[in-house]
Structures are given as C-alpha cells and as structure tokens.
C-alpha cells in the first residue's frame, strides 16, 4: 500500500497446515502402524509473516529553512524488511553407548525406517520457560522397549525455536547539480542483533545396560550455530 505522506508498505503471511511426509516404508510392520509412524509434520513450519516498507521522511527545511536543515536532515528514505518465522516441527534421534560385541542396536530392517525413541509423555516446553540448555522435557524421551528397537516416536514432536530480524536501511540523496544525485548509503542487517538459532541437540544417547542417558549435559540444549550476527555497511553512489 502507497499513503499519501510518503510511506510504502506490504506484508505477506504463510500459515502451513500441513507438511505430510511419507518415510521408509518398514516390512515388519503393518499398513496402519507405517502410516501412523511415517506420516508426520517434520519440516513444517506454520507461521512466517514478513513485513516490507519504505518512507520518505519529510524535509525539515520545510520547517526550517536554512542550509543546515537542507544539508543535513532534507532527501532520508528509510526502509526495510521485518521476518518473523515461527519454529519448525521435527523429531528426536538416539543412540546407544558401550554397546556389547554381537547385540542388537538396530532394527534389523533392509531399505526400512530407522530407528526411533520413546515417547514417555509431552516434550513441549512454552517458549517462556525455554532455556538455552533446557529446549525440551528431556525426560518425555527415552530408549525403545520394543525387541525391534523400532519405538514409539512419530518424528515431529519436538517444536523448534523461531526467530524474527530486522534488516534496515537508510539512503540520503544529496543534489549536485542538474540531474545528478549523490546518494548515501547506511544499511544493517539483523540490526537488533537478535539470536537466531538454527538447530537443537535433539539426539540422545543411551547406555545400553543401564538405558541412562548419557549425554544429559547437552541433550535439549540449542546446539550454538546461529545465523548472522548484525552487519552494518555504508556506501555511496551517483
């Protein structure tokens, strides 16, 4: 949308109802068991809004009329693009430690699903209780009791962290002369310097006598990559 004192803007809102994906088809289980397993929302994100604008800032010199104000404060456009994208669904992985010679720690399966854990209970944790080490209830996940280790798990219970950014930027144009502009630039990138996490430790390790996890240090905690931290750059052009 265009409005009449200088400012441009647009949004657009995706909201994903579903994101089905059809895994590994396993032989040792039935159509509805398969079904029940292998159809799951990985990778779905439901919310991403993204928000553009621009505004020409009026001249001050029209308030104030001296070379200062037109030097200075007259021919500012800013604009921007905001993001906010909500977490994506996934699953929880394991494996084993201290395994002994010749026991089972797969599943057995050719060209079949992989292994996957236990669900003991609900493992979503509100965005406002979530912590850096603690994302997740680790304790909702445990090892398979199934003979198979094929477990109970469906893939998407695990609701990852969003983010939003905010990339600014600031362009004044100063008048040479005829036709010609001298145009200076300021633009930042993730100007807040928001933390945008790209990946949680959603793999835990069990002891294969004890079934103890074994890596509780890191298990539910944000894995420290990230996207880009702020970037500011400046320029100019004719």
């Known amino acids: 949308r265009r409005s009449s004192d200088g400012l441009n803007y647009g949004f657009a809102y995706t909201y994903q109802i579903s994101n089905e994906n ?17 159809y799951n929302s990985s990778g779905r994100r439901p919310h991403t809004l993204v928000i553009n604008y621009s505004y020409e800032v009026p001249n001050l010199s029209s308030k104030w009329n001296n070379i200062i104000a037109k030097s200075i404060f007259d021919n500012w456009q800013v604009s921007g693009i ?30 079949g699903g992989g292994n996957r854990p236990n669900m003991l209970c609900d493992p979503f944790i509100p965005r406002g209780d979530r912590t850096f080490e603690r994302q997740f209830k680790t304790e909702c996940i445990g090892p398979p009791t199934d003979a198979l280790n094929f477990g109970t798990s469906k893939g998407d219970e695990f609701y990852g962290p969003g983010f939003y950014n905010f990339d600014i930027s600031a362009f004044k144009s100063v008048p040479m002369g005829g036709n010609r502009r001298l145009q200076l630039r300021f633009e930042m990138y993730n100007a807040f310097n928001n933390d945008q996490f790209t990946g949680t430790n959603t793999n835990a390790q069990f002891h294969y006598v004890t079934r103890e996890l074994s890596n509780a240090a890191t298990f539910g905690s944000l894995n420290g990559n990230t996207l880009s931290a702020r970037r500011i750059q400046k320029g100019e052009g004719y």
């Open 82 to 111: 905001t993001s906010v994208l909500s977490g994506t669904y996934g699953g929880f992985g394991y494996s084993y430690s201290s395994v002994p010679g010749g026991a089972l720690s797969g599943n057995g399966s050719i060209n």
């Open 22 to 38: 059809l895994g590994s088809i396993d032989p040792f289980m039935t159509d509805e068991q398969n079904r029940a397993r292998n």
